[in-house]
């Protein structure tokens, strides 16, 4: 009897056409129910069998009826009542939920709560007096909106923990918050929420020379993007050990050209590694600030730039370009120099900030040249869609990723659908495997790709044919 294998059957338990007898075979094979815990439309019965098996994958399905959420609401494993705070709605069911979890005997699940942005405001408020310090800490991190007792009793907690955590230069949710001036002073003096309180101080009330030599980098991190900061400190934190310091000192409006130049060379070249005098940890540590500066650059914002986009077309600094680019009131010559920029986030930039269409051949040399800092599926043509004439010349390109985007035509003709399921490379197969227009028998041949994401995408296919899954289940006994 041979087996089936396990990306195949997980594919088929994604399968949104798949009938209802074969859910049934699936869920009673060992070992393959994962994925069909997420499917909507599951029967009692199934429910029941899956439950039993699957219970924290079965609560995390949003597509679960009420009846079946109150019953997993009583799991004994907290991990499956997470679950559910997970995937609850706001609908009236999952108020009373969220009433009986909110005093859940274990602190996973209220934290969870505190951290959900569905939670009813009046039971997260509840959460700020906690017994559990982590519960109080997560919903400091994530609920940045709260009303201000809530965010007064978080920043005063007797917890240090709490307290970094609602007074932190981190958070998990946009907008951040700001604290209460009259706790400034006290939060400043705490080394817990000083690095978090800085941006928010007062220059004239406040000791500035004893932040600039604050020994948590932090700090000076943020004193140095502070907009009421002098300009000796300025020198002083522009010449700092650590590189996301002078970084900060870099995106200053008020920083000269001349030491502008210095400070881009220093974040932006090799890493240069400290005398014998700094011990070793420190070392690693300021090696470590060095290669973050690439993620903090890529992501820095630069408002001042933005607003005044002109005097920056030209900067030496791309990123200072990249800010110019986002500005939505570049005059039309001023944006096609940008869209024409050299360095592809400047172009990608000024096209998400443009009131007009891109043209194909900016939409394709956009995509072609994206090279994301992290790993992410998002690409340029997902916002700038190429028309079929395009898609189509792109099935014979040399880059298999370009490739991909061909599959992207759903009236794609089938010699090119069927050259790109015959693709050497995975990647492209993986993509043609999903397309909705493939011949059965392509379907049949990519379920015994060498490529387990191959089979699983082929599998997942609406377009399969009923039969060829039959059999397949039958040939292994299931």
């Known amino acids: 009897m041979p087996d089936v294998p396990y990306e195949l059957l997980a594919g088929l338990a994604e399968n949104p056409a798949l009938p209802a007898d074969l859910v049934d075979r699936l869920i009673a094979a060992p070992h393959h129910s994962y994925a069909l815990a997420r499917r909507p439309g599951l029967t009692e019965a199934q429910l029941a069998a899956l439950i039993a098996r699957r219970a924290y994958r079965v609560a995390l399905n949003r597509h679960l009826p009420p009846q079946a959420r109150h019953r997993l609401a009583a799991h004994p494993d907290p991990y499956v009542r997470v679950a559910l705070v997970v995937s609850a709605t706001d609908s009236d069911e999952d108020r009373e939920l969220f009433e009986r979890f909110a005093a859940d005997p274990a602190p ?29 800490a997560a919903l400091a991190q994530w609920w940045t909106a709260a009303p201000e007792p809530v965010r007064r009793a978080l920043l005063t907690d007797p917890e240090g923990s709490v307290r970094a955590a609602a007074c932190a230069t981190y958070f998990r949710r946009l907008p951040h918050p700001v604290p209460p001036a009259d706790l400034v002073p006290a939060l400043l003096a705490d080394p817990l929420t000083r690095a978090g309180a ?63 130049a210095v400070l881009h060379d220093s974040v932006t070249g090799p890493f240069e590694p400290p005398g ?50 986002a500005s939505p009131d570049l005059p039309a010559e001023a944006r096609a120099r940008l869209l024409a920029d050299p360095d592809n986030e400047v172009a990608l930039a000024a096209a998400r900030s443009s009131p007009d269409p891109i043209d194909p051949v900016t939409a394709e040399r956009l995509d072609r040249g994206h090279r994301p800092v992290k790993r992410m599926r998002w690409r340029p043509a997902d916002a700038f869609p190429l028309p079929v004439e395009t898609l189509r010349r792109l099935a014979t390109d040399p880059v298999p990723r370009m490739r991909q985007l061909a599959l992207r035509d759903q009236e794609l003709p089938a010699d090119l659908l069927e050259r790109l399921a015959a693709d050497p490379e995975e990647r492209v ?49 299931l």
């Open 108 to 136: 996973e699940v209220r934290k969870e709560l505190a951290e959900s942005d569905r939670t009813p405001a009046d039971l997260r408020a509840r959460l700020a007096a906690d017994p559990d310090p982590e519960v109080r």
């Open 276 to 325: 014998e005098e700094v011990d070793e940890e420190t070392a690693i540590e300021l090696e470590i600030d060095h290669i973050g500066v690439g993620i903090e650059l890529w992501m820095l914002q630069l408002p001042w730039v933005t607003a005044d986009p002109l005097p920056h077309l030209d900067s030496p600094y791309p990123v200072f370009r990249r800010a110019a680019a």
């Open 429 to 477: 197969r993986r993509v043609a495997a999903a397309h909705p227009r493939l011949a059965p028998a392509t379907l049949r041949a990519l379920l015994d790709d060498p490529s387990p994401s191959v089979q699983r995408a082929a599998a997942a296919n609406p377009a399969l044919p009923a039969d060829e899954i039959r059999a397949r289940l039958d040939a292994a006994g």
């Open 198 to 260: 800085v941006a928010h101080c007062d220059p004239a009330a406040t000791d500035l020379e004893r932040l600039a030599a604050d020994p948590d980098p932090d700090v000076r991190r943020v004193l140095a993007a502070h907009p009421g900061l002098p300009a000796h400190l300025r020198t002083r934190l522009a010449a700092d050990p650590r590189a996301l310091v002078r970084l900060a000192v870099l995106a200053r409006p008020d920083t000269p050209d001349a030491e502008r």
